[in-house]
């Protein structure tokens, strides 16, 4: 009887112990939370998500295929398997945008950094199969208001103004052709890569 009794109370410290565990680690799991899930039905955020077939449309929009900087270009957009981009003004969102990128900067590679009167771009990257591809590309655009001065952009018809926005791109990416494809998607920050090359 006593052994099905210190079974028992085994088992019930076990269930306690994990317990506690999972009640530590909850701020920690849902600091990671994936801000664009968290914001993309958000009224204070403009979230894009582009899947990979508009991405072949994209390319062909004025290009000859023929031409062989074309053709690398059409293959590094057809390779494309997630472009996910949020972009706001609110102080509370940008603080958790930024908390987040720093949170998963860790695993990934800071490509480059610019700082340029009061905004700042970085990029990172995910190791792909060569020095010149990358498996993900993390843009993040931080007081880009302050570029932007008054105007703002025109979204769904409304002037809004854009404090940060957050750009992830993931498949098997030629950094030597993104500068191309952030120039005719006119993504914030991308003017920088075309620089780095």
Not at 76 to 103: G, H, L, R
Not at 163 to 178: F, Q
């Amino acid at each position: 009887m006593k052994t099905l009794n210190n079974i028992k109370t085994s088992k019930m410290k076990n269930r306690l112990v994990v317990f506690v565990m999972a009640i530590m680690l909850m701020p920690a799991i849902s600091s990671a939370q994936d801000v664009f899930e968290k914001y993309n039905d958000n009224s204070d955020v403009t979230y894009v998500s582009i899947k990979p077939k508009m991405f072949q449309m994209i390319a062909k929009m004025g290009m000859n295929v023929e031409e062989p900087e074309a053709k690398a270009y059409m293959d590094m957009v057809k390779s494309i398997t997630s472009f996910k981009t949020i972009m706001t003004d609110n102080k509370t969102i940008a603080a958790d945008i930024s908390k987040w990128v720093k949170s998963r900067s860790s695993s990934l590679e800071e490509l480059m950094e610019v700082k340029d009167d009061g905004s700042e771009v970085k990029f990172y990257v995910k190791e792909g199969k060569d020095a010149d591809h990358v498996k993900e590309l993390l843009i993040f655009v931080n007081g880009i208001d302050k570029k932007m001065g008054e105007n703002g952009v025109t979204i769904n018809g409304e002037q809004r103004k854009i404090e940060t926005v957050v750009v992830s791109l993931t498949g098997d990416i030629d950094l030597n052709e993104i500068s191309k494809l952030t120039e005719k998607m006119n993504i914030p920050g991308g003017e920088h890569l075309e620089k780095k090359h």
